[in-house]
């Protein structure tokens, strides 16, 4: 089954609003987790990763959080902009090798004026 | 430099037909992932490969062969395409200094009659 997946299939949100995007695991032994954006109509981009060690970590606007206690994920935009408006994937991956990402199912970010 | 590039774009089969998608990657990357992804799902990984002349299974392998003869190429096979297999596939590759950033191409929507 799958082991990585999101709470809110859609999220609306104001331009210029913080955003939030969470993500439930199952997988334990996952050593990283990672976010990734896609637009309509393209390729998944990396957006972030962080590693099983972490609690957090923060980029450019971004900031993922990790909860290993209840096994949950969050990614955090600041100032939500009308180009955030994508479908957004939790992913992991187990340490060791390049054998591939398991995705979640994606949350719809929509940016209301 | 245009990154990861897939050919077709679109694509419509008869059920017991054949075809091959084509993958090229221009960024000297060791690793290649073919995943599809259906409506309302994450992706979910096919076949891939950690260097040239190399293949391994991944989630859902079957009814798809794939070949690496040259690195910068994965080609991925439907020797008898099924409605099942209507889907859109993604291409992706990475380096292997950072196996969480994978590179995507702009997917090959593929259609089952």
Redesign the interface.
């Known amino acids: 089954g799958e082991s990585v997946g999101l709470h809110l299939p859609t999220l609306s949100v104001q331009e210029g609003d913080n955003s939030i995007i969470n993500c439930a695991y199952s997988n334990s032994a996952s050593d990283y987790f990672i976010w990734y954006k896609q637009e309509s109509g393209k390729g998944p981009q990396f957006i972030i990763d962080i590693r099983s060690n972490m609690d957090k970590r923060q980029g450019q606007r971004v900031t993922v959080l990790l909860n290993k206690t209840v096994k949950h994920l969050s990614l955090q935009i600041a100032a939500t902009q009308p180009g955030d408006s994508a479908v957004y994937f939790c992913a992991e991956r187990m340490g060791g090798g390049a054998d591939g990402l398991t995705f979640g199912k994606g949350t719809h970010l929509i940016i209301q004026p | 430099n245009a990154g990861?590039t897939q050919t077709p774009k679109f694509r419509v089969l008869k059920t017991g037909q054949s075809m091959t998608l084509l993958c090229a990657q221009d960024m000297n990357h060791?690793?290649m992932?073919w995943?599809r992804q259906d409506p309302?799902?994450?992706?979910?990984?096919i076949h891939?490969s950690?260097g040239e002349g190399t293949t391994?299974k991944?989630?859902v392998p079957d009814g798809y062969n794939v070949s690496r003869l040259k690195k910068q190429n994965f080609l991925l096979g439907l020797e008898s395409a099924a409605p099942s297999q209507t889907s859109v596939y993604?291409c992706?590759s990475?380096a292997?200094s950072s196996?969480?950033?994978?590179?995507?191409?702009?997917?090959t929507r593929l259609t089952v009659l």
Do not use: W
């Open positions: 990861v060791e690793y992932y995943y309302g799902m994450g992706l979910r990984l891939y950690v391994a991944g989630e993604f992706a990475t292997s196996y969480n950033e994978q590179f995507f191409g702009p997917g």
